[in-house]
């Protein structure tokens, strides 16, 4: 699974742009080593909720998930941060080689996109974030109370308490 | 006072007389370069940097000599109306475009963030006006709320139609 940049990429169906604003780095180069979660159906929500709090989102939105199930690419596991065991474990790169390899992976997903897509409504991922802090989650007590926390997260535990 | 506690504090003076690596000659080399760099007039990047003020410039150059998401977010923090001039004078392309307006939004000028972005919610890519939104999630006056609702309701694109949601929906 890997979560979208921009939605509204997915929607064109234009190999050119889904590759331009989904798969380029924060220095302007084509992304060969694109991040993916190895997760089930049911841990989506939960998985974006733990990026969207480490990564740089904030507040976080609605999101898309494209599933990348059956890409021709190797997997490499790569530990995603260190504050939630499940995006920790479960993050691994996509291992291309070259721009043409991004872009026959981008064809591959987009053949049967429709299928592929998953959406997180905003809401859920409040909701499953507020439900963790009420249970006492000690990853999510760790990040709201840690003084890099972000302002949205400091809402709900605010509000949790 | 003890033998050992004046041997300690003999050592402690001595490393806080002692040159600091800072001021080591390579150090002292790239300060020069660095003089010499803020004292060089006007270095132009290739448009659409070019729109750049040189101090603007200096931060950029050396880093990146094209768009990019971290030069957005360099010039977000610490040149705001810099970026604002890059992202109005039309040169960038969608996907530039819209992390460029997403990176705009972390400045604290929140009339520079509206009157630079809002007319971006017109652009004819949805791509563009969902950066155009998250650039402006976090500036809401009433008139961008009533512009939002406009664009939730009605965007011909469900991926805007959702931004829009979202960014009225901030708790």
């Known amino acids: 699974m890997r979560f979208a940049k921009r939605k509204a990429a997915w929607e064109t169906a234009d190999l050119g742009q889904i590759r331009d604003v989904e798969f380029k780095d924060k ?40 599933d990348f199930s ?10 995603g941060g260190k504050r939630f065991a499940l995006i920790r474990e479960q993050h691994r790169e996509v291992e291309l080689d070259s721009q043409s390899d991004l872009e026959d992976m981008i064809a591959t997903v987009c053949r049967d996109l429709s299928a592929r897509r998953r959406d997180v409504p905003k809401s859920a991922v409040y909701k499953y974030v507020g439900g963790q802090l009420e249970a006492a989650d000690h990853e999510w007590i760790d990040i709201a109370e840690s003084v890099d926390a972000k302002d949205w997260l400091k809402r709900i535990a605010e509000r949790s308490k | 006072m003890s033998a050992l506690a004046l041997s300690l504090k003999t050592s402690h003076s001595q490393e806080m007389f002692a040159s600091p690596p800072a001021l080591g000659t390579d150090a002292r080399s790239l300060a020069k370069i660095e003089q010499r760099m803020r004292a060089m007039p006007g270095v132009r990047l290739a448009p659409p940097f070019d729109a750049l003020s040189d101090e603007a410039v200096r931060a950029v150059v050396g880093r990146w000599n094209r768009p990019c998401e971290g030069a957005f977010e360099l010039l977000a923090l610490r040149f705001p109306k810099d970026l604002a001039s890059v992202i109005q004078t039309s040169g960038l392309g969608i996907a530039d475009l819209t992390f460029a307006a997403e990176a705009l939004g972390r400045s604290h000028l929140s009339h520079l963030v509206r009157s630079t972005l809002v007319p971006l919610l017109g652009h004819p890519s949805a791509i563009v006006r969902e ?41």
Do not use: C, M, N
């Open chain 1, 70 to 79: 059956g890409v021709q690419f190797p997997l490499l596991r790569k530990p």
């Open chain 2, 131 to 171: 950066g155009a939104i998250y650039g402006l999630q976090r500036h809401l006056d009433l008139e961008l709320r009533i512009e939002l609702e406009g664009l939730a309701a009605a965007d011909s694109s469900p991926a805007v139609r959702a931004a829009a949601e979202d960014s009225l929906a901030d708790p």
């Open chain 1, 27 to 66: 220095d302007g180069d084509y992304d060969l080593r694109p991040s993916v979660y190895e997760i089930d159906e049911k841990q989506i929500v939960q998985a974006f909720a733990e990026h969207a709090a480490t990564a740089p989102i904030d507040p976080p939105r609605s999101a898309l998930g494209i």
